[in-house]
């Protein structure tokens, strides 16, 4: 089923021929108001030239020169050009509205920890919450939802909802991994997801009711080779329009910078927070227990610096190089740096994210030069910090905040050496700008040889 066509309330548009919704061509003449009177202005013009025309054929009959009929006809072929063209614009941009707010047509369902659901469209979070759509075949969304996991609390405290659209009409898809990366991703995440504090923060994912059309929306969107090879994805604004897209995958660090952050004591905040959680549903709570909850068990306001528990073995050994780290890069010790990157050091391989920006152009600072007195950070202040393990990678993603006020998003990636019963090593470091009113304009990415600056958007997807 074609998802973009306009519903039983629709009229004929003049313009382009085409049916639209009420909503689709207000939306546009919001952000064109200039257009009708240009275009009103334009045909005035010409339809005085065309009036004249006659006028000057008959000088031109009774001897008079040529020059005023050709003005004329030039005139109005310019009116004529400008006219259609602008049309033409309009016509493009109308479309492209439509595509966008079919998206907002979109409803999807969030289950809870007793089964029980919630079903909502898109369209209802208009001026209330943001979305990110991921697209793909199963194991590319499986791969995006990994990626998204350990920014569950970041996702929430920003009223992001991620909707995963899973392609399984490609030839040789893997149909079967449907089931891993649909619903039942819930029963994953207290299941083979590891999180601490909690596993928390459930208001971040929903699956859209019609998958396979959506899909085929996609597939339109993109392109049929391009959404077999590399899928996409995009993101709404609270305005409903489509704010950026990608082919590939999103990287969730880049794009949770592209979003303000909740601003305690703000109304406006206030209110939409009460909205987000009004529309939807914790997949950890109970349904008939959301209204009037006053804690967010590991995401929204309250789910800051939680504290982590003491007791357990293979968190102590990530917060320990997390810790480590922190205390090499504030007394500039390159020793103590190298130390926690000994182990890593021998598993960096092509798949290393530095090295593959080093690859492509991008200048590496080692961490003698990282280190210096002029050029490292110096009585940063950790807070807010979150572990989860999914598949043998553990994810530390927490708040930094440098002397001058300023907050970054700092991710660090973990593997073992070996088998599962083997010690961590710190495999990769990441900061961002990362604040209510910051959009970033640089990544640092470091691993054990150094660390890369690079251009938000040269990193925004990953495919």
């Known amino acids: 089923m074609n998802v973009e066509d306009a519903g039983e309330n629709a009229r004929a548009d003049v313009l382009s021929g085409e049916r639209y919704d009420a909503i689709v061509t207000t939306t546009w003449e919001a952000t064109a ?33 040529a020059g005023v009929l050709i003005e004329n006809v030039v005139a109005l072929a310019a009116c004529g050009a400008f006219a259609t063209a602008d049309v033409r614009r309009r016509n493009a941009a109308v479309k492209r509205l439509s595509r966008e707010l079919a998206l907002g047509k979109m409803v999807v369902i969030q289950r809870n920890k007793f089964r029980e659901e919630t079903m909502f469209d898109l369209g209802s979070l208009r001026d209330v919450a943001r979305i990110a759509v991921v697209y793909g075949d199963a194991k590319k969304v499986e791969k995006d939802l990994m990626a ?43 299941d083979v997801v590891k999180a601490w504090p909690g596993a928390g923060a459930g208001r971040w994912l929903a699956w859209p009711t019609r998958n396979d059309d959506w899909s085929g929306f996609f597939r339109r969107l993109i392109g049929e080779d391009t959404a077999k090879q590399k899928g996409g994805y995009l993101t709404i604004s609270t305005s409903g329009l489509v704010r950026g897209s990608g082919v590939g995958s999103p990287n969730w660090d880049v794009l949770l910078s592209t979003f303000p952050r909740n601003r305690p004591g703000n109304k406006q905040d206030e209110d939409a927070e009460k909205a987000w959680k009004k529309a939807t549903l914790d997949s950890f709570e109970e349904l008939t227990a959301r209204e009037g909850s006053s804690s967010a068990r590991g995401g929204g306001r309250s789910a800051v610096s939680q504290a982590l528990p003491s007791d357990v073995p293979e968190l102590s050994t990530i917060i320990g190089i997390h810790e480590a780290f922190y205390a090499a890069l504030d007394a500039g010790d390159e020793k103590a740096m190298s130390q926690i990157w000994a182990k890593g050091r021998s598993k960096r391989d092509v798949s290393s994210a530095v090295k593959s920006l080093v690859d492509r152009g991008a200048r590496i600072d080692g ?11 110096v009585g940063i202040k950790i807070n807010d910090v979150d572990v989860t393990i999914e598949k043998g990678v553990a994810t530390l993603t927490c708040l930094e905040t440098v002397t001058n006020g300023a907050t970054l998003l700092a991710t660090q990636t973990f593997e073992r050496e070996g088998d599962e019963t083997s010690d961590w090593v710190l495999t990769g470091h990441t900061t961002i700008p990362y604040g209510a009113d910051v959009v970033a304009k640089v990544v640092l990415r470091c691993d054990c040889e150094g660390c890369v600056a690079v251009p938000a958007k040269a990193v925004a997807s990953g495919v």
């Open 33 to 65: 108001p200039f257009f009708y009177p240009r275009v009103a202005l334009v045909g005035a013009l010409g339809a005085g030239l065309f009036l004249s025309l006659p006028s000057s054929v008959g000088d031109v009959a009774r001897g008079g020169g």
């Open 148 to 190: 998204a996991t350990p920014y569950r609390r970041r996702l929430e405290q920003s009223r992001i909802l991620v909707v995963p659209v899973v392609e399984r009409s490609m030839a040789g898809a893997d149909v079967g991994a449907v089931a891993d990366v649909g619903p039942g991703r819930w029963e994953l995440l207290r």
């Open 367 to 377: 961490w003698d030069t990282v280190l210096k007195p002029d050029r490292r950070p």
